[in-house]
């Protein structure tokens, strides 16, 4: 009876407060906001948005970022995947990969930005023995106006997001037996996968990559550590807006908020269209009878384009941890003359109230929804059927630019006096932590084995009992990772904390974005350190806890 509840719950969590915020959007956007004056509709707040400088600078930027992003990430997974797939070498790479989803994006921002800029750790690497430098040079790396260190930021994390996501599709297709039918057709190894296999793999990906559009043309964190500053990508100068003490600036900040939803969307319409171009030239090539048989070259650089992204995270995060401990590091020294752990207890009383926060934001959104997960779950069993629509359904606040409803709900908020509220905070991360944890657990859920439960029917056990002690040990795992999943994400969240918290509850997130613009490396890396940290240790808890609880059990710790 309690499982009927699992989808109108669901529902209401992924829809309701995205119309609600949509709307609150749209309506100021208008003119139309009677708590401040607008009691009328007007295009005024349009036209003001129009006349704003650079904003078609700004526009397209995001326009660029979100579909450069995409592009690059799906590339660097599809040619891996073609390349290497079912090889020892690839399970090897995909365990080092799969982790990195765990890390936030702005600690990998910090990481990487930490890495490239002319002081950064390469620079002094190299220095002053082959560049000659003893002082860093004068180049404009990161926050370029091309944004490309920013784009680079996000193809470094999305890419083993799509991984993942690629990974969950792959046994859905007859990938050994396709490969030898290809390959006694003479075609080479990625251009049989790429003609034959990839395209039913891609459909069942497709909503993913649209969701990294949508977040790469809107991201904010990333953008205002990595991006570019004059002027600013289009979701970075709407926070500003949104953030001004001038209450008339929530007009302008809704208007442009429409224009980033009709940037998003016209990213994923020219998506289409290049997917259309990219298909229509696969089936050309094919029609050719071209067998790329000859593809050394190409697995080599898919192989090293994959590896390179992951060490780029690897050593930007080391390079954080360096810096949280370092003491005096002028440039171009390669390392600190000494480590100290006076950045942490310096920045210790200051992180405690973020810190507590974040957990248990983290801890009560993850818990609450791997509950409604678990009733949605309970009730596709039940009724034997997937939901209509059901995975549009979990991807809508992915597909959504946050700025787009997110500025409209912290308004709805603030007209409720329910604003800068631990409930109200609780809510805005469940709204992003809920689709991961659906995601993270489905599938796993979906291949159990019900043999299992017909066994213990036959034995006289009952449904409740049969679920708590046959069905629920044997997902520990991915019930734990689900979870897992769902507090990295809950971590990661800057936009909604930013908003919804009103400046008066602070994540660790939001303060080591804050400090971004302070330039202290030291304090930067203890923040960053931190964030990417607490992650990770829920990732440990779902490692350890089956192999603790099953360490007698030899089939259990797989």
Same mark, same amino acid.
């Given at each position: 009876?309690?499982?009927?509840?699992?989808?109108?719950?669901?529902?209401?969590?992924?829809?309701?407060?995205?119309?609600?915020?949509?709307?609150?959007?749209?309506?100021?956007?208008?003119?139309?906001? /009677?708590?401040?004056?607008?009691?009328?509709?007007?295009?005024?707040?349009?036209?003001?948005?129009?006349?704003?400088?650079?904003?078609?600078?700004?526009?397209?930027?995001?326009?660029?970022?979100?579909?450069?992003?995409?592009?690059?990430?799906?590339?660097?997974?599809?040619?891996?995947?073609?390349?290497?797939?079912?090889?020892?070498?690839?399970?090897?790479?995909?365990?080092?990969?799969?982790?990195?989803?765990?890390?936030?994006?702005?600690?990998?921002?910090?990481?990487?930005?930490?890495?490239?800029?002319?002081?950064?750790?390469?620079?002094?690497?190299?220095?002053?023995?082959?560049?000659?430098?003893?002082?860093?040079?004068?180049?404009?790396?990161?926050?370029?106006?091309?944004?490309?260190?920013?784009?680079?930021?996000?193809?470094?994390?999305?890419?083993?997001?799509?991984?993942?996501?690629?990974?969950?599709?792959?046994?859905?297709?007859?990938?050994?037996?396709?490969?030898?039918?290809?390959?006694?057709?003479?075609?080479?190894?990625?251009?049989?996968?790429?003609?034959?296999?990839?395209?039913?793999?891609?459909?069942?990906?497709?909503?993913?990559?649209?969701?990294?559009?949508?977040?790469?043309?809107?991201?904010?964190?990333?953008?205002?550590?990595?991006?570019?500053?004059?002027?600013?990508?289009?979701?970075?100068?709407?926070?500003?807006?949104?953030?001004?003490?001038?209450?008339?600036?929530?007009?302008?900040?809704?208007?442009?908020?429409?224009?980033?939803?009709?940037?998003?969307?016209?990213?994923?319409?020219?998506?289409?269209?290049?997917?259309?171009?990219?298909?229509?030239?696969?089936?050309?090539?094919?029609?050719?009878?071209?067998?790329?048989?000859?593809?050394?070259?190409?697995?080599?650089?898919?192989?090293?384009?994959?590896?390179?992204?992951?060490?780029?995270?690897?050593?930007?995060?080391?390079?954080?941890?360096?810096?949280?401990?370092?003491?005096?590091?002028?440039?171009?020294?390669?390392?600190?003359?000494?480590?100290?752990?006076?950045?942490?207890?310096?920045?210790?009383?200051?992180?405690?109230?973020?810190?507590?926060?974040?957990?248990?934001?983290?801890?009560?959104?993850?818990?609450?929804?791997?509950?409604?997960?678990?009733?949605?779950?309970?009730?596709?069993?039940?009724?034997?059927?997937?939901?209509?629509?059901?995975?549009?359904?979990?991807?809508?606040?992915?597909?959504?630019?946050?700025?787009?409803?997110?500025?409209?709900?912290?308004?709805?908020?603030?007209?409720?006096?329910?604003?800068?509220?631990?409930?109200?905070?609780?809510?805005?991360?469940?709204?992003?932590?809920?689709?991961?944890?659906?995601?993270?657990?489905?599938?796993?859920?979906?291949?159990?084995?019900?043999?299992?439960?017909?066994?213990?029917?036959?034995?006289?056990?009952?449904?409740?009992?049969?679920?708590?002690?046959?069905?629920?040990?044997?997902?520990?795992?991915?019930?734990?990772?689900?979870?897992?999943?769902?507090?990295?994400?809950?971590?990661?969240?800057?936009?909604?904390?930013?908003?919804?918290?009103?400046?008066?509850?602070?994540?660790?997130?939001?303060?080591?974005?804050?400090?971004?613009?302070?330039?202290?490396?030291?304090?930067?890396?203890?923040?960053?350190?931190?964030?990417?940290?607490? /992650?990770?240790?829920?990732?440990?808890?779902?490692?350890?806890?089956?192999?603790?609880?099953?360490?007698?059990?030899?089939?259990?710790?797989?």
């Amino acid at each position: 009876m309690l499982t009927r509840v699992g989808p109108p719950l669901a529902v209401l969590l992924l829809s309701g407060p995205i119309l609600a915020g949509l709307a609150g959007t749209i309506l100021p956007a208008f003119g139309y906001l /009677p708590a401040l004056g607008g009691t009328a509709f007007s295009l005024a707040p349009l036209r003001e948005l129009a006349a704003a400088p650079g904003i078609a600078h700004s526009a397209l930027l995001s326009l660029f970022a979100g579909l450069a992003a995409a592009t690059l990430s799906l590339i660097v997974v599809m040619l891996f995947v073609a390349a290497w797939a079912g090889t020892p070498l690839f399970s090897r790479i995909q365990h080092v990969i799969s982790p990195l989803l765990s890390v936030p994006h702005a600690a990998a921002a910090f990481g990487l930005a930490f890495l490239i800029a002319p002081s950064g750790f390469l620079a002094r690497l190299v220095s002053p023995e082959l560049t000659g430098w003893t002082r860093p040079p004068d180049w404009l790396i990161v926050n370029d106006p091309m944004g490309l260190s920013m784009i680079a930021g996000l193809v470094v994390k999305e890419v083993p997001f799509l991984l993942l996501v690629t990974l969950a599709a792959l046994p859905q297709v007859p990938l050994a037996r396709t490969r030898m039918l290809v390959a006694s057709l003479g075609y080479g190894r990625v251009a049989g996968f790429l003609f034959c296999v990839w395209p039913p793999i891609y459909r069942q990906i497709r909503l993913p990559v649209f969701a990294v559009i949508a977040f790469a043309s809107s991201v904010v964190d990333v953008a205002i550590i990595l991006g570019p500053s004059a002027p600013p990508t289009l979701a970075a100068r709407l926070v500003e807006w949104m953030n001004d003490p001038d209450l008339s600036m929530r007009f302008l900040a809704s208007a442009g908020a429409l224009l980033q939803l009709a940037v998003s969307a016209l990213a994923i319409l020219l998506w289409i269209v290049i997917e259309h171009i990219g298909a229509a030239f696969r089936d050309r090539l094919a029609a050719a009878g071209r067998r790329c048989v000859r593809d050394r070259l190409v697995r080599t650089v898919a192989l090293v384009a994959m590896l390179a992204s992951a060490a780029t995270v690897f050593a930007g995060l080391a390079t954080l941890a360096i810096w949280s401990v370092a003491g005096l590091w002028q440039f171009p020294d390669a390392l600190p003359r000494g480590f100290s752990l006076r950045n942490w207890t310096t920045a210790l009383p200051r992180i405690l109230a973020p810190l507590a926060t974040t957990v248990i934001a983290g801890l009560v959104s993850t818990l609450i929804a791997f509950a409604i997960t678990l009733l949605c779950l309970l009730r596709e069993d039940e009724t034997g059927r997937i939901g209509r629509g059901s995975a549009l359904l979990i991807y809508l606040p992915l597909l959504v630019p946050q700025v787009a409803f997110l500025f409209g709900l912290q308004l709805l908020f603030l007209l409720s006096g329910a604003v800068a509220g631990l409930p109200a905070l609780i809510l805005a991360h469940l709204v992003f932590v809920m689709p991961y944890v659906f995601l993270s657990l489905s599938d796993p859920w979906r291949a159990y084995d019900r043999r299992y439960e017909a066994i213990a029917a036959g034995l006289g056990k009952s449904r409740l009992k049969t679920f708590l002690a046959v069905r629920l040990p044997m997902l520990t795992r991915p019930l734990l990772t689900a979870m897992a999943v769902g507090f990295a994400v809950s971590v990661g969240l800057y936009l909604p904390t930013v908003l919804i918290g009103a400046g008066r509850l602070t994540t660790i997130t939001t303060e080591a974005v804050t400090l971004a613009s302070g330039g202290n490396r030291r304090v930067i890396g203890v923040y960053a350190f931190l964030q990417m940290v607490l /992650p990770m240790m829920g990732f440990v808890v779902a490692t350890l806890v089956p192999a603790l609880l099953f360490r007698r059990f030899r089939a259990m710790r797989v």
